[in-house]
């Protein structure tokens, strides 16, 4: 069902002709991405809770992002640019979806594995 959503989802962002995307805002598309994988991967290999490492990666990618902004916003050039928050955020949560969808389905399998091996 998660896969369906994500094609459907895909599919619908693809459609849309009236996005306009520069290219700054596809950086920290890719920046939020990268945060968002690496704190996925850290949290998940600490706790082996999917859910944990969902969430903290989702947010400290949120919150790098929206940090940047405010430093850039008021200290910098005196402008909170949200786009440029909403797609580090976007890249967050995109590769933590996608990383959340993918992890844990070895350990299903290897336990019912070792069910029938006991059952014998």
Do not use: C, P, R
């Not at 994988?37 to 998940?44: D, I, K, L």
């Not at 490492?53 to 910098?76: H, M, N, P, R």
């Not at 959340?100 to 336990?111: A, E, L, R, S």
């Amino acid at each position: 069902m998660k896969i369906i959503i994500t094609l459907i989802a895909l599919a619908i962002f693809n459609i849309s002709s009236a996005q306009i995307t520069l290219s700054d805002d596809g950086l920290h598309f890719l920046t939020g991405a990268a945060i968002s994988s690496g704190t996925y991967a850290y949290v998940y290999s600490k706790t082996k809770n999917k859910k944990k490492a969902f969430w903290y990666s989702f947010g400290v990618s949120t919150l790098a992002g929206l940090s940047k902004e405010i430093y850039d916003g008021y200290i910098i050039s005196g402008k909170f640019d949200t786009s440029e928050w909403v797609s580090t955020s976007l890249g967050g949560l995109t590769a933590s979806y996608t990383f959340n969808i993918f992890t844990g389905k070895n350990k299903k399998k290897k336990k019912k594995e070792k069910l029938a091996a006991l059952k014998l």
